[in-house]
């Protein structure tokens, strides 16, 4: 690798701040840059080359650049600069903000540093600087809040020019989930810094200060949870631009300096990700038009609209439709899912929220005089901006259908921080939802950033005695249990606080770079060292509050969840011990886990291998936490299957229990039955709320049905990812495609496909860091089972196959016709295999 701080010098192979030489290793990912670091605000380009293994070199890559980010406080000159709202005003107007200023010389590079205690919005010389949302995005804002830097350079031009922003309250000051208004302050405010570079080598900065311009503007109120109101009569043409006149504008509050950390953001940005067409409209009785867009998305609208001046246009938002037609609105408790707009009158408008979003499938857009056509409206699905990384595929339609189902229930809510939905006025960042379905969510999208920042969300709210919580950002939650409800309060939810490790493992595992573990080593530590200080002869008590939640009729028993979560955590931080080269910590907390496991046993499990609760949850832990000897471990696998078979073959797990399940089945032989569960169409089952038209994740099994989920609208959301955790388990055992701890990262895959059930094929793909992995299995009554694989270059595959092999075809480093078992290096293989007699009779019997 070379490194540059500039271009030019990079082109001319004179790099000034880095030559690495070259380096003889297998390693292609989380490579640490080891070269002179640039000043603030400085670029670095570079560029890489790779050797084959015969030592020809490839060519140079094209030339890549970062810029540093602010390194110190104290680079940061400008003021924190707003309205001063008033507390008894529950909704109040955005502000919108203004700077003219002159440049007399060509600018080179520009640019822009901007932050808000409330959500902003960037404008320059009249157009959005970025088409990023929701900035600076989420934070415990007692502690950190983040900032965004972005090239302006292509927005401005010599002579007159000038920035706007729009202010508004966003989680800072606005509704926060349950938690009421202005969890951390009254009055929102910003921070902006530009620097100039010119081509004459000199540089400039401008800043927020008293000498900008404020005033309200069209945006009455736009709330997360309440909505917006908009009148375009108050627009103000060419605000945002140079030469408009601001006299009667007033001059912004500066407020005192931030005491919390400002950091450059770390996860990918909001933005509009995807525009979906209604597949209908139709005009009710009393005049107002319902669009349906077919998919339940989280995001806002987008209306074309024209009308006399001062109508008001209203649009709500919603999940479902009640029996009568109507929007069914019963489940968002205090949320308010309805945009207002009062036309301007003078032309055709588009209409447009700002600071606001929602969970809909369905929307109502009611004021309007004339007829409304279905090209009129446009769905914005709009969340952080994770890359696609992973399909799954398979023969059975509604199958296909779940896994959409999957990947929607984590657009929905991946915004800023996992949430648990967003609809309704919650939308919290769950731990519980998050490690349980983080496996799902890292073949799904790379989440790595994103789980990187959340990760700092839950240090930030670790209490000081180790405890990890609930939700994170906390936004007092914790202080709204004590209050509410001291009966229900507990610090240390099992499967909650437990993310606090399973989040940082998982994305070791998936993504290779060790350097998570090491940043959360003492934050995991405190919570297991809390875990045991807080049990009795190590048997946690009863705080797993939420327990199993939304179990179907087999409740969990609290002591014993909490018990099984806490060996888990110790497990895990033993292991991550050892990968740190901490060998006196892994080798106490190895010993801790056993102690546990022998306290867990003798507490709770019967020498018939029965489990105190005897749900199919305390099983499924059990077996997949290691917590059982090998004797006992085949009578409690016997249990769980008993149980399952004696409830119709239908699971009865909730949220925790969930995303273990199938995977404990498949590898204790009961693949089939993993199959069997998949595949049930009746309640409880995930295809159940398909076969009900679901197009996103319940959060009930029971949601929008007959068995009451309609009857407890409190409840009732539509869009929750958690029980989507079964996602994991289409991609390692459905379709084998299983990252090796040995190797993590996908540097060597573990293949083991497991055909099942009535699926005929199944095909997938994930892109990892090395590149894009592919596999498929078909099956064919005559032929037997074709299995494909395909690898990226610098990876290895053990592949282990469903039954032996006729024929193999492919390059590999160790590749024996006939046989189980392969291993394979990169490149495409395809495995013909015989008929095994389980699917042979399987068969048969249809």
Request: glycine letters at 8%; proline letters at 4%; aromatic letters at 12%.
């Amino acid at each position: 690798m070379q490194a540059a701080s500039a271009q030019e010098q990079l082109l001319l192979g004179k790099p000034d701040l880095w030559d690495s030489g070259v380096v003889v290793s297998g390693q292609s990912l989380h490579v640490d840059y080891k070269g002179l670091l640039p000043r603030s605000g400085k670029q670095c380009w570079w560029r890489v080359r790779v050797w084959d293994k015969s030592g020809a070199p490839s060519e140079w890559s094209d030339a890549a650049v970062w810029t540093q980010a602010r390194l110190e406080p104290s680079e940061w000159t400008a003021k924190w600069i707003g309205n001063v709202n008033r507390k008894e005003l529950e909704l109040p107007p955005a502000s919108y903000l203004r700077k003219a200023f002159q440049m007399d010389r060509h600018v080179k590079n520009a640019t822009a540093y901007a932050s808000a205690l409330g959500l902003y919005e960037l404008r320059i010389n009249g157009k959005r600087a970025t088409d990023e949302r929701f900035a600076p995005g989420w934070t415990d804002y007692h502690t950190r809040v983040q900032y965004q830097a972005c090239d302006v350079t292509h927005l401005l031009h010599q002579g007159s020019n000038a920035i706007g922003m729009i202010l508004g309250t966003g989680w800072y000051a606005g509704y926060l989930g349950m938690m009421g208004r202005q969890v951390y302050g009254e009055s929102p405010r910003l921070l902006f810094q530009l620097h100039l570079a010119y081509e004459d080598g000199s540089e400039e900065w401008l800043i927020s200060d008293a000498s900008w311009k404020m005033s309200k503007g069209p945006i009455l109120y736009s709330d997360i949870i309440k909505g917006e109101k908009y009148d375009a009569r108050l627009a103000q043409s060419g605000w945002d631009e140079p030469g408009f006149q601001d006299g009667e504008w007033e001059q912004p509050h500066c407020f005192e300096p931030y005491e919390g950390e400002l950091t450059l953001q770390l996860d990918p940005p909001i933005r509009v990700m995807e525009q979906i067409r209604p597949l209908s409209v139709r005009k009710t009785e009393r005049g107002s038009y319902i669009y349906d867009l077919g998919q339940n998305i989280a995001g806002w609208t987008r209306l074309q609209m024209s009308g006399r001046s001062g109508q008001e246009i209203t649009v709500r938002h919603a999940e479902m439709l009640d029996a009568d037609g109507s929007l069914y609105l019963a489940n968002l408790r205090k949320a308010v899912q309805t945009d207002i707009y009062i036309l301007r009158g003078d032309e055709a408008e588009e209409l447009e929220p700002h600071f606001t979003y929602h969970g809909f499938r369905y929307v109502e857009v009611d004021g309007a005089e004339g007829e409304l056509t279905l090209d009129q409206l446009i769905g914005l699905a709009a969340y952080s901006a994770a890359e696609a990384s992973g399909w799954v595929e398979t023969s059975d339609e509604l199958i296909n259908q779940l896994y959409s189902n999957i990947v929607w229930g984590q657009k929905g809510n991946f915004f800023s921080v996992p949430t648990d939905c967003p609809q309704r006025d919650e939308r919290l960042g769950w731990t519980g939802d998050a490690q349980i379905f983080v496996r799902t969510a890292c073949y799904n999208m790379n989440v790595e950033a994103f789980f990187q920042k959340y990760m700092v969300d839950v240090a930030d709210a670790q209490r000081e005695d180790g405890a990890f919580p609930d939700t994170a950002p906390d936004a007092n939650w914790s202080y709204f249990k004590q209050v509410s409800s001291a009966k229900w309060f507990a610090p240390d939810n099992a499967g909650w606080g437990d993310a606090g490790v399973i989040i940082p493992w998982t994305l070791y595992l998936m993504y290779g770079d060790a350097a998570i573990l090491k940043q959360y080593y003492d934050r995991m530590k405190q919570w297991v060292d809390y875990l045991k200080a807080n049990s009795d002869d190590l048997i946690r008590p009863d705080y797993a509050d939420h327990a199993d939640w939304l179990s179907v009729n087999a409740d969990t028993p609290k002591d014993v969840l909490a018990t099984q979560y806490f060996a888990y955590s110790t497990r895990l931080f033993a292991r991550i011990a050892a990968l740190v080269g901490n060998e006196e910590d892994a080798a106490s907390y190895d010993e801790l886990f056993e102690q546990i496991k022998m306290a867990f046993t003798s507490e709770f499990v019967t020498m018939d291998g029965i489990i105190e609760g005897d749900t199919q949850t305390v099983y499924a832990l059990a077996l997949y936490f290691g917590l059982l000897t090998e004797e006992l471990g085949e009578k409690s696998a016997q249990r769980l299957v008993q149980l399952i078979e004696e409830n119709g073959n239908h699971l009865s797990t909730g949220f925790l229990g969930v995303g273990y399940l199938l995977p404990v089945l498949s590898e204790i032989g009961q693949n089939e039955l993993a199959y069997t569960l998949l595949q049930q169409e009746s309640y409880p089952s995930w295809l159940y709320s398909v076969k009900h038209g679901a197009t996103t994740i319940w959060e009930r099994w029971d949601g929008w049905t007959e068995h009451g989920g309609f009857q407890s609208p409190s409840m009732n959301s539509f869009n929750h990812y958690s029980l989507g955790s079964v996602g994991e388990w289409m991609f390692r055992y459905m379709a084998g495609l299983d990252p090796d701890p040995q190797q993590p990262g996908f540097k060597h895959i573990r293949f083991q496909p497991r055909p099942g059930g009535t699926l005929r094929n199944v095909k997938a793909h994930y892109e990892s860091g090395y590149g894009r992995i592919e596999a498929s299995w078909e099956y064919d009554e005559q032929q037997g089972m074709t299995i494909k694989l395909s690898l990226p270059p610098n990876t290895t595959a053990s592949v282990i196959l469903p039954g032996p092999a006729v024929r193999a075809q492919g390059q590999a480093y160790s590749l024996e016709a006939g046989g189980l078992h392969y291993e394979v290096g990169s490149g495409a293989y395809t495995f013909y295999c015989v008929q095994t007699e389980k699917r042979k009779e399987k068969q048969a019997h249809e």
